[in-house]
């Protein structure tokens, strides 16, 4: 029996989420086209027979502009140094840039002792001659950054191409031992936080660039409603969405609340999918100023 943590690194939407909720086999991290999505370390488990992988789904690793931003990459080197394999994610439809070589350089700086993976994630989205080509520059990072990485391993998580591949080569670099976590479980995320998630994924969809780093959403208050009857449950979430300026307030909301009413379908039926009972969702839009560069802000929303 093996067991043991891994994370996927890479710069924003590189794919870390997706690849992380397809070898869970379960939807545990929220996924969306615009970068920063993930805010927090998220962990996934995958339960095999003969191990036990928790993966670390991590923000990705960006040059900050906000006192977030620096906190969300303090997440990333915080979880580098705890884990047993690094699963460099560097997307296959884009050539690898300065992004790229600063995260590579920023693990090869850290010294740490877990085995590092490659993986050309989005493998879906190229030709044959492109991926050879990003192959052999992946291979080229070994000596300009002195690292060593244990493979490297085109996949798709949205083709579901090698992702077995990649669960494969995970499981064999992680020390013997127990099982971390009971069978079955598959994350380690507080429903309440998972619900949060789930309203901002569903808000980031169709919004303008500027919205996504200024959106937060917190779920102010959980429970079943008291009065149903034991075979007709309803959960009652009363949750804010948050942003930084009262123009975002009106994007948030649209014409007539139209935005607003889309958001609140397209989560509660998540959130139903993710509790097993039907929900009563109740949006609210609020502004608090700058948050992303407010430490007191920052601090009360758990950053």
């Given at each position: 029996m093996r067991s043991g943590f891994a994370c996927f690194v890479g710069r924003p939407n590189a794919g870390k989420s997706t690849l992380t909720n397809a070898l869970v086999g379960a939807k545990v991290a929220i996924a969306s086209s615009k970068p920063q999505t993930t805010r927090h370390a998220v962990r996934g488990i995958v339960n095999r027979p003969d191990a036990q992988l928790v993966?670390?789904?991590?923000?990705?690793?960006?040059?900050?502009?906000?006192?977030?931003?620096?906190?969300?990459?303090?997440?990333?080197?915080?979880?580098?140094?705890?884990?047993?394999?690094?699963?460099?994610?560097?997307?296959?439809?884009?050539?690898?840039?300065?992004?790229?070589?600063?995260?590579?350089?920023?693990?090869?700086?850290?010294?740490?002792?877990?085995?590092?993976?490659?993986?050309?994630?989005?493998?879906?989205?190229?030709?044959?001659?492109?991926?050879?080509?990003?192959?052999?520059?992946?291979?080229?990072?070994?000596?300009?950054?002195?690292?060593?990485?244990?493979?490297?391993?085109?996949?798709?998580?949205?083709?579901?191409?090698?992702?077995?591949?990649?669960?494969?080569?995970?499981?064999?670099?992680?020390?013997?031992?127990?099982?971390?976590?009971?069978?079955?479980?598959?994350?380690?995320?507080?429903?309440?936080?998972?619900?949060?998630?789930?309203?901002?994924?569903?808000?980031?969809?169709?919004?303008?660039?500027?919205?996504?780093?200024?959106?937060?959403?917190?779920?102010?208050?959980?429970?079943?409603?008291?009065?149903?009857?034991?075979d007709k449950p309803l959960l009652d979430v009363y949750a804010s969405m948050i942003v930084e300026r009262d123009s975002q307030k009106g994007i948030m909301i649209g014409h007539a609340g139209e935005r607003l009413k889309e958001i609140g379908t397209v989560a509660r039926k998540q959130i139903a999918e993710l509790v097993g009972m039907p929900v009563h969702l109740d949006l609210k839009v609020k502004v608090l100023k700058d948050w992303q560069r407010n430490p007191k802000h920052l601090n009360r929303l758990g950053f």
């Open positions: 993966l670390i789904d991590t923000p990705g690793l960006h040059r900050p502009r906000t006192l977030l931003g620096e906190r969300l990459n303090d997440v990333v080197r915080d979880t580098w140094s705890e884990v047993d394999v690094i699963g460099v994610c560097l997307p296959a439809n884009q050539r690898i840039g300065p992004g790229d070589e600063y995260l590579v350089s920023q693990l090869a700086m850290l010294g740490t002792q877990a085995h590092l993976v490659a993986l050309a994630t989005k493998s879906d989205l190229t030709s044959r001659a492109r991926m050879a080509q990003h192959l052999l520059k992946i291979a080229s990072l070994e000596e300009q950054f002195g690292i060593q990485w244990a493979s490297i391993i085109p996949v798709s998580a949205l083709t579901d191409d090698q992702v077995d591949v990649v669960a494969d080569e995970l499981v064999k670099l992680l020390p013997e031992g127990p099982a971390l976590y009971p069978d079955g479980e598959v994350t380690d995320e507080p429903t309440e936080t998972m619900i949060a998630e789930l309203i901002r994924e569903a808000a980031l969809e169709g919004v303008r660039d500027e919205l996504p780093h200024s959106l937060m959403v917190v779920v102010d208050e959980l429970g079943e409603r008291p009065d149903r009857p034991a």
